[in-house]
Each structure stands twice: as C-alpha cells, then as structure tokens.
C-alpha cells in the first residue's frame, strides 16, 4: 500500500518509515506536523495516512483536525491515528462519521508489530481498527447521561421550586401535596443525583446547582 505518515517524532517517525518499507508498503511522505500532512495528501494522495493526534505547533490536536478533514476532502484515503492516549473530542466525530477506512490505536500497539500491520491493512482496504481501550472510553463517555435526565417529571418540578429558594412546606402548599410526599421527592433527587451521602455540604444547594448547570 501507499502510506503518508505524520508524526513528530523523528525517532519513531523514521523506525515507521523503515518498518513500513521492510514489509513491502510504500511510504509516500513522511512529514511532522498537520499541515504538512495536508499538502502532501492534496500532492499524492495514498491509501492510507498515519496520523500522531499532538504536532506542532501548539502539541494538542492537531493531528485529529488534519484527520477529520481528510476524511471530509478525501474520503476515499483510510485513516489511522496514532496516539498516546484517547482525545474524546474529537475522536468521536471521527469514529462516528463514515465508519468505512477509520483506525484508532494508542501507541503500545506500535511494539505489537503483527498488529500494528494488520490494522494499517485493514483499514487501507476500507476496514476499521480500533483500540479495545479506545472502544472503552468512548462508550463510556457516549452512553454517561445526565443525572438530571434521570428524574422523574415531578421530581423536576419539586427541584425547580428549590431552585427558587422554597420549602418543603411552601413546595407541597403550590403544588397541593403532602409535605410528606415533598420530602419523598427531595430525598429521591438526593439519590439519583448521587448526593445521599454527602457530608459537610448542603445537599439541596448542591442540587440546585447540579440543576442549573444542566
């Protein structure tokens, strides 16, 4: 296959370029920051591109952003990206976007040579690789939900008046209850908003700043 790589790392970047070579791949471009990446991707476009997440010049995403807009310029070019950990940010759109060419792996895979290999082949032919460790996160922070979705309609409107700074009294006399009934509600927002067992704090502030800020 034909493959760009980016990655910042002269080390790594020319033991890639050796590696690739040794196993009959040819290596287009070699390049260490985004925007290099880009241009030789517009010059001569490969098969697939291999991509550090943090380049020059400011060491954050930039890798990631050149990557989703080569999938947005090039979809037909298979993306992997390299990383030493997972940035959710945008990982997510470019995991959740057209499925087809995509690879995420962190970069211990690299001294798994087999597999390293594998996942570059899989997805220059169109395929997908992802980290089981990737996969992990991500849904963990797809499938996290709001504690606040978690209550019930009444139990929103009973955290809406102690939002306004009522009672429990004045709650149940608006909302023709129980003071009783009220407390049930508090005490099942406390639950589900994981405030049962807060010590030292105020409890009904705390949730009535969790609820502002959803």
Request: proline share 3%; glycine share 10%.
């Amino acid at each position: 296959m034909r493959v760009t790589l980016a990655e910042d790392s002269t080390l790594l970047r020319e033991g890639l370029v050796r590696l690739l070579a040794e196993e009959g791949h040819e290596v287009v471009a070699a390049v260490g920051d985004g925007d290099a990446l880009l241009a030789a991707v517009a010059a001569d476009q490969p098969d697939v591109v291999v991509v550090d997440v943090r380049m020059p010049p400011t060491h954050t995403d930039e890798g990631l952003r050149a990557a989703l807009r080569i999938r947005e310029r090039w979809p037909g070019v298979g993306v992997l990206v390299l990383s030493q950990y997972v940035e959710k940010r945008y990982a997510v759109d470019l995991l959740t976007g057209q499925p087809e060419g995509v690879g995420y792996l962190l970069k211990d895979r690299v001294a798994q040579v087999g597999e390293f290999l594998d996942a570059l082949v899989r997805v220059g032919g169109g395929g997908a690789a992802f980290d089981p460790e990737v996969v992990r996160q991500l849904l963990a922070r797809t499938t996290h939900t709001d504690p606040i979705g978690r209550l019930t309609e009444r139990e929103r409107t009973v955290l809406d008046h102690m939002a306004q700074g009522h009672t429990n009294a004045t709650i149940a006399g608006q909302l023709h209850v129980s003071q009783s009934a009220v407390e049930k509600h508090v005490n099942a927002i406390f639950d589900k908003l994981d405030l049962s067992h807060v010590t030292g704090y105020s409890r009904r502030v705390l949730a009535v700043l969790r609820y502002l800020g959803s």
